[in-house]
C-alpha cells in the first residue's frame, strides 16, 4: 500500500506519475510496489532518461526534461535537494511504520509516498513461537528508525538495527554471531544476499528474488514467518533423532561386542544385534516425520491461532 501526500501546488497523481517513471526502471520491492500503486491508479510511468540507482538510498531520472530524485530523505539531502516543505510529512509517515519516500524534481521537493509493507497476520505469533523456543530475534533494515521501531513494536520485536545499508547488512549478522552465537538471516531481497550468504544459515522467503534463494540454504516455499517456525523445528526433530541413532548404535556395540570377546556372548547373538542395531536406527529415522508433526502440533496453537494475549500484541 502507498500513501501520497503532495506539496503545495502539486497533485497526487502529478507526483506518483513522476515517482513511477523512475521507479519503473528500478528492481527494488519499494519500487515496484510504488508502480504498481500507480499502475491501479491509471496512471502509466513516462519514460525515463539517465536512469542511476544507489543501492539502499534511492534513484535518480530525467522525466520530462526535469531532473528527478526519488528515495530515502538522507540521500535527497545529500544530492542538494530542498526537503523545507516536506519534514512534517516524512515524521508523520515514519511515525505511522510507513518507509518514507520522498520526491524531488529540479531540487525541490514536491511530495513524499508513505509506503506500507503490511504485517502478515501471522508475523506476531511467529516470532513469539521462535522466542519461547529461545531464540533472539533481531530486526536488521534500511529504513529509518522511527520506522522500524513502529513495526517491530507491531510483531514484537525488541532488538532493532535500522538505517542499515545493504552492503553493511553481512556485516551486522558478523556483529550479531559474537553476541549470541550461531546465527540464522531471513530475507527475500536483493539487499539481503549477502546477509543470507554470511549467516550460519540463510533463509530466504518464497517470494524473494533469484539471487536470495540462490544465496540462501534454505529456501521455503510459503511466504510466511511460520515457516521459519517449521524449519527450526525440523531442525530440532532431526538432531533429536541423530542423537537418538547414536546412542542405540552405540549402545548395541558397547554392550554386545565386549560380551562376545569374552565368551559370555554368542558371536551369532552379538552379529544379530549389531544387525539390529541398524534396522533399529533406520525405522527409527523413517519415524522423523512423526516427530516433527508433533512438535509442530505442541506450537501450532500459539502459531496458528494465537491467544487473546498474542493477538493483542499483533
Given at each position: ?235 530440532h526433530a532431526t538432531f533429536r533423532k541423530i542423537r537418538q541413532n547414536l546412542f542405540w548404535a552405540i549402545g548395541y556395540n558397547v554392550l554386545a561386542v565386549p560380551l562376545a570377546v569374552l565368551g559370555l556372548l554368542h558371536p551369532l547373538i552379538a ?44
Amino acid at each position: 500500500m502507498a500513501e501520497v501526500s503532495p506539496a503545495t501546488g502539486v497533485t497526487p497523481d502529478e507526483v506518483l506519475r513522476i515517482a513511477a517513471s523512475v521507479e519503473n526502471a528500478s528492481e527494488h520491492p519499494i519500487a515496484r510496489t510504488i508502480v504498481a500503486h500507480a499502475r491501479r491508479q491509471g496512471i502509466e510511468p513516462q519514460e525515463a532518461a539517465r536512469f542511476e540507482a544507489v543501492p539502499g538510498q534511492g534513484a535518480r531520472a530525467t522525466v520530462g526534461g526535469r531532473e528527478i530524485l526519488v528515495g530515502k530523505p538522507d540521500y535527497l539531502t545529500r544530492a542538494g535537494a530542498d526537503l523545507a516543505g516536506a519534514r512534517s510529512i516524512v515524521q508523520q509517515f515514519e511515525a505511522d511504520g510507513r518507509t518514507v519516500v520522498l520526491v524531488a524534481a529540479d531540487g525541490q521537493a514536491i511530495g513524499a509516498i508513505g509506503v506500507t509493507d503490511a504485517v502478515k497476520e501471522d508475523s506476531a505469533r511467529a516470532i513469539r513461537a521462535l522466542k519461547e523456543m529461545g531464540l533472539r530475534v533481531v530486526m536488521i533494515t534500511g529504513d529509518h528508525e522511527r520506522t522500524a521501531r513502529a513495526v517491530a513494536k507491531l510483531v514484537n520485536i525488541d532488538e532493532v538495527m535500522a538505517d542499515v545499508l545493504p552492503a553493511d547488512k553481512a556485516s551486522a549478522v558478523e556483529e550479531l554471531r559474537p553476541k549470541f552465537g550461531p546465527t540464522a538471516m531471513v530475507g527475500d531481497g536483493i539487499n539481503d544476499a549477502a546477509a543470507l550468504a554470511t549467516a550460519d544459515v540463510g533463509i530466504a522467503m518464497g517470494s524473494g528474488t533469484d539471487i536470495a534463494i540462490e544465496s540462501a540454504d534454505i529456501a521455503l516455499v510459503r511466504d510466511d514467518l511460520s515457516g521459519v517456525v517449521d524449519t527450526v523445528l525440523l531442525s530440532h526433530a532431526t538432531f533429536r533423532k541423530i542423537r537418538q541413532n547414536l546412542f542405540w548404535a552405540i549402545g548395541y556395540n558397547v554392550l554386545a561386542v565386549p560380551l562376545a570377546v569374552l565368551g559370555l556372548l554368542h558371536p551369532l547373538i552379538a552379529e544379530a544385534a549389531r544387525a539390529l542395531s541398524s534396522v533399529n536406527v533406520v525405522a527409527n529415522s523413517l519415524r522423523l516425520e512423526a516427530s516433527f508433526e508433533r512438535d509442530v502440533r505442541r506450537n501450532g496453537s500459539r502459531l496458528h491461532h494465537g491467544d487473546t494475549e498474542s493477538t493483542e500484541t499483533h
